[in-house]
């Protein structure tokens, strides 16, 4: 049973459904009377084959992903991705536009410079801190380049789109790492939807990436076959061993989510929660303080400073860590305090975490 689980606040690996958890359990040894574990079957059998093919129509029905994108679920990660992205869309000579609101985006732009003739900077938040998005208005879009770069949800500085931006009829990337599946995504809209799974979906140790048709097949001469998301594609993703556990238990987390109402109502219930954490922050009198432009605030990650100091903050979290309230410590180039609160998150758990912290402010005031 659920016995001793904690809130596990953590940005990512991050807390699995229980239910999910529970049905890996009971299907970890024996695979619903197949003799064998998931974790040992070949991916070419029957059994797999129904698995992963099961997990992308549920996936495509989840999010309404149109016939002209591939699914593909790739090793590597979002870090792979953010060097795969430029090899399946730009030359070598060619250059991109990342936006820049981050420490991931900043990753991202980073890893342009080393695959791109000019990884360009075209908008920045750096001298804000990373808490704000810069206006699309304000973006200094590039002649001739590739492709325009975001990061969907900031995951250290909490920042989060709330809108797609308008690009017009450029080719727009986004690494959704951290809001996957948190909300209705408009996959229309974009020309590689990316990200790891290991926060919203499932265990770690994939990605998955939506890529529109017409932008696969260009890949360069020197291209490493696993960055082909074409051959990927024409290979349903298993042109070599895919991460077959990982695949199947994000599988289990798309069935639940078609189940628990799709998109739309974890968006709801998503607003629910971070409405409780922020409201709580904004509560405080200035107690506790969120560095992040109310406009843009993430419902994924919820950095928070302490305004009585670093003592404080250690003592806080000191003891939130000794109530059950696990990995709430800010990523380390930040500091402060943070709280991830994904689609598996239950409310009870953000209800939980106010209260401590409303009764850590009254003894410590
Ligand atoms: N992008 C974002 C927004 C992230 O939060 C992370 C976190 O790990 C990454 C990329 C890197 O993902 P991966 O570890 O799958 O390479």
């Known amino acids: 049973g659920a016995g001793n689980r904690l809130y596990n606040f953590s940005a990512g690996p991050a807390t699995l459904p229980l239910d999910v958890l529970e049905e890996i359990q009971r299907d970890l040894v024996d695979y619903k009377g197949s003799g064998m574990s998931v974790l040992e079957m070949s991916h070419r059998g029957k059994d797999y084959m129904a698995i992963a093919e099961k997990a992308e129509k549920d996936l495509r029905e989840l999010v309404g992903i149109p016939d002209n994108y591939k699914v593909l679920f790739l090793q590597g990660g979002a870090s792979t991705m953010m060097a795969s992205n430029c090899h399946n869309l730009a030359a070598a000579t060619d250059s991109a536009d990342f936006v820049v609101t981050g420490a991931w985006s900043v990753k991202a732009q980073k890893e342009g410079a080393k695959m791109l ?27 001739g380049s590739k492709f325009v770069h975001i990061c969907s949800n900031e995951t250290i500085g909490g920042v989060e789109f709330k809108e797609v931006p308008d690009v017009g009829n450029r080719v727009l990337v986004a690494d959704m790492s951290s809001n996957y599946l948190s909300k209705p995504i408009e996959v229309e809209k974009y020309g590689i939807i990316y990200g790891g799974v290991q926060k919203n979906i499932g265990p770690a140790g994939m990605g998955i990436a939506i890529v529109r048709e017409d932008l696969m097949g260009n890949t360069r001469a020197d291209t490493p076959s696993m960055f082909d998301y074409k051959l990927m594609a024409d290979n349903d993703s298993m042109y070599n061993t895919p991460p077959c556990f990982t695949w199947y238990v994000s599988g289990l987390v798309f069935a639940k989510l078609l189940k628990d109402g799709g998109l739309k109502a974890m968006e709801q219930r998503n607003i629910e929660k971070a409405n409780v954490l922020y409201g709580a922050i904004d509560g405080s009198g200035g107690y506790y303080v969120s560095p992040v432009d109310t406009k843009y605030r993430s419902l994924m990650n919820v950095p928070f400073t302490l305004a009585g100091g670093e003592e404080l903050e250690k003592k806080f979290l000191a003891e939130a860590k000794a109530e059950g309230f696990e990995a709430l410590k800010g990523h380390r180039s930040v500091g402060g305090a943070r709280a991830s609160i994904y689609n598996a998150m239950p409310k009870e758990g953000v209800e939980a975490l106010v209260s401590f912290m409303k009764d850590f402010q009254a003894r410590n005031a």
């Not at 990884?119 to 704000?132: E, G, L």
């Open 117 to 143: 003739a000019k990884a360009n900077v075209i908008a920045s938040s750096k001298d804000q801190s990373f808490t704000t998005i810069p206006d699309v208005k304000d973006w200094k879009f590039t002649e």
